[in-house]
Nanobody, 114 residues
Framework: QVQLVESGGGLVQAGGSLRLSCAAS????????MRWYRQAPGKERELVAH????????NYADSVKGRFTISRDNAKNTVYLQMNSLKPEDTAVYYC???????WGQGTQVTVSS
């Protein structure tokens, strides 16, 4: 079955950086696009970034454009989210997802202090 394991979250000061990782299994990773989502307390889950199966097409939410970078390593079945210039409003639980499957990982908490 599809398994997604996110890691790399933590507590960071505003302006800092974090790199999230998502290890995927249960499907042929290099055939599918991947996405990062986040959910802040009291808010709906929102799409943060999207990358196609080979990394040639990438899209970002306006709120993170220019600060976050999504990438993938198909040899490692892993997708990454490099987050720079973090803001307190980036505080959320971050999830990765294969848009073709209805499976979510446990997420990783990112907390940005002001």
């Amino acid at each position: 079955q599809v398994q997604l394991v996110e890691s790399g979250g933590g507590l960071v000061q505003a302006g800092g950086s974090l790199r999230l990782s998502c290890a995927a299994s249960g499907f042929t990773f290099n055939m599918y696009a991947m996405r990062w989502y986040r959910q802040a307390p009291g808010k709906e889950r929102e799409l943060v970034a999207h990358i196609d199966s080979i990394g040639s097409s990438i899209n970002y939410a306006d709120s993170v454009k220019g600060r976050f970078t999504i990438s993938r390593d198909n040899a490692k079945n892993t997708v990454y989210l490099q987050m720079n210039s973090l803001k307190p409003e980036d505080t959320a639980v971050y999830y990765c997802k294969n848009p073709k499957f209805n499976s979510w990982g446990q997420g990783t908490q990112v907390t940005v202090s002001s």
